[in-house]
């Protein structure tokens, strides 16, 4: 989504848009609540629908708040569910996780949409994924009601391979194991793919370089992770050679190599974030963001700031997390900035590492309200930094039980469970 569609971040729809606890915890007493809330279950504004998560964060404020589903219900048997099945996933995502909550009046919007609704298969693949078909309410019969619904045109579109819960359903209903059998015998089993080239362990690191030279894919990766593991210098040499670099601008598997060379990188690193080659630069942002020393905290601070007014999300991610390695204190500034501005939800994980690096006591605060954060990573990094207040404590003894957070459970249990050590036990 683009970022300008977003509202203002300091307004409780910018701040619910972004799946903020700020916004989760103020929507609790703010009058006009509900229709915000509406407006994200229907909009789905994540601006990275592949690595983001809204569907627990909206299911828990319909849940607090006591919502009705009617709009939901309209919103996926109306015109604006029609037209693309992603426009109605989040709300389908939304209600098969509200009956954790108790809230069984969306069992029959969710099982109406799968025998009636156009994008049917979406609420099949909503109960699977979210796990909600563990509720007998909303599994039981399902398959049957599937079934009798659509044709054995509408059903084989979507039931192929040993996906569930079409190969669970293949054992109670004989049209799909007809189907099933039948996708079987048209298609072959492609080959396995081709085992990359003998292991690297034992050959000469003269013969992987040259390996890096002349190879691609699978055999340019496993020599570098092995030259970078034996620390070979020749790896800096190889990130400058841009003959090896694919249509991208990048050579394949370098990052991971770079990591296995560690500090031993560092100084190749400066000149390169001092040159004008980009696929350099953000080398050695990476490099210097794990392995810096302070006096590389202002070029860091330079590519966040850059990075966070580009709207740059996810390659803000990485000077964050080196800024905090470095608790250089002069970034506190601009990472409270990119938390409160950022639409990409995930990455809060890594604000919030470089704000409790940076800036420890400002900290507090948004590890508070990251307890409510709509992604897990987010949560589970504010279960072991928030500060033990009451309102924190119960906090934490609501998610170690929480249904729509089982990602979060231990996290919140072992934080509790610290709490409860005397300070001068060892």
Known sequence: MDDGAYADPHTLPGQLQRGRGLGAR???THPGAAD????CVVTDHRW???TEQRDSYLARLIHRLDLSLT????HLFGSGGDDDAQEIELALHVLALLPFTGRFDAVPVLRRYATEGRHWSSAVEAVEETGVR??????????????AAHDDTELAAHVYGAREPWSSWARTQPRIRRI???HTTRHTTPPPPTPPPGGCADTGSSVLAQRVAAGAGPERRLALQE???RGE???LDLAEDPSLRNPAGWTPGMPQALHHLGNAAVPRARIWAAGSDRTLNELALTVLAEFGDPDDGPYLLDALTADATAGAWCAMETPARGLGRLRVAQAADALAHAWEATVHSSARAAVLQGLLGCAPTAANGYAVEALDDCEPAVQQQACAAAPGTVRVRTRLHALGDDPLAPEVHDAARQRLSHFSVPENVP
Do not use: N, S
Request: aromatic fraction near 8%; charge should be negative; avoid cysteine.
């Open 26 to 28: 103020q929507a609790l």
């Open 36 to 39: 915000f809330v509406y407006a």
């Open 48 to 50: 990275d629908r592949q």
């Open 71 to 74: 709009p939901i219900e309209g």
């Open 134 to 147: 563990k509720i007998p309410e909303v599994w039981a019969g399902l398959d049957a009601d599937v079934v």
């Open 180 to 182: 099933l059998d039948g």
């Open 227 to 229: 030259l970078g593991r």
């Open 233 to 235: 210098p020749v790896i």
